[in-house]
């Protein structure tokens, strides 16, 4: 191999290398804090992807719970095909998964898989954790 082609391979594997760590830093970070979002509230946070059947079918137990618990718990959904970040940093294994974290950002529990609006309703009130009232 000559002098020139030894460069070229050198400049092209180098600016491969740039372009991969380009493009690993525009994709979006994943909250690695349970506590840093802007509320001081416990969480619950379901870990899925829009287009996995069993993630689907928890849209509307996580909606109820939403309704239920405003102004007691958070509840929020990460997409982990949107931000695959997101699934290494909570330790995914399965989606959904489902994880409560205490106003302080501490895990409580974790379940993997389909779960019930009552279900998780019993574990939020086994924490502490009770609906807010109705609004008229």
Do not use: W
């Not at 970040?85 to 974790?110: H, K, V």
């Amino acid at each position: 191999m000559n002098k020139i082609t030894r460069i070229a391979i050198v400049i092209i594997v180098c600016l491969l290398a740039v372009a991969a760590i380009l493009a690993g830093k525009n994709q979006e970070p994943a909250d690695t804090t349970a506590g840093s979002v802007d509320s001081d509230l416990p969480r619950l946070l379901d870990l899925g992807s829009h287009s996995c059947t069993p993630c689907q079918m928890m849209i509307p137990e996580l909606d109820t719970l939403s309704n239920d618990y405003a102004g007691v718990v958070e509840v929020e959904f990460i997409d982990v095909n949107e931000n695959p970040n997101a699934a290494e940093s909570y330790g995914i294994r399965l989606i959904p998964t489902q994880i409560i974290f205490d106003a302080q950002g501490e895990e409580l529990f974790r379940h993997e898989g389909y779960i019930s609006c009552e279900d998780m309703t019993e574990k939020l009130v086994e924490f502490g954790y009770h609906s807010s009232p109705p609004r008229n």
